[in-house]
Nanobody, 122 residues
Framework: QVQLVESGGGSVQAGGSLRLSCIASGYSNYHMAWFRQAPGKEREGVAYIRFSERTTYADSVRGRFTISKERAKNTIYLQMNSLKLEDTAMYYC??????????????????WGQGTQVTVSS
């Protein structure tokens, strides 16, 4: 059983930065991702880090966001720079055991955190 707890969300002006954290308990050999969901929109994949630490990003955030992992703390991070109004959403971390399915397929993830809100204002 894996439990995921996100933190680090908040309100920031456009152009600013935030760093989200996701602490995993009962965590071992999982592939991890950050998703986000804005009101009235579907949940979308933002970034993905495999157990090997190879990463993949959505086109909308590539070059602005960085996903990373700190194994000793069982924690993954999402460093978000140059934030835009359209980045406003609830952000979730997720974990899955297998790397076969498309990384942005939310249904392929077994474990989810409760989410942390990110609000970007002008």
């Amino acid at each position: 059983q894996v439990q995921l707890v996100e933190s680090g969300g908040g309100s920031v002006q456009a152009g600013g930065s935030l760093r989200l954290s996701c602490i995993a308990s009962g965590y071992s050999n999982y592939h991890m991702a950050w998703f986000r969901q804005a009101p009235g929109k579907e949940r979308e994949g933002v970034a993905y880090i495999r157990f090997s630490e190879r990463t993949t990003y959505a086109d909308s955030v590539r070059g602005r966001f960085t996903i990373s992992k700190e194994r000793a703390k069982n924690t993954i991070y999402l460093q978000m720079n140059s934030l835009k109004l359209e980045d406003t959403a609830m952000y979730y971390c997720a974990a899955r055991a297998l790397d076969g399915a498309l990384w942005y397929a939310a249904g392929s993830y077994t474990y989810w955190g409760q989410g942390t809100q990110v609000t970007v204002s002008s």
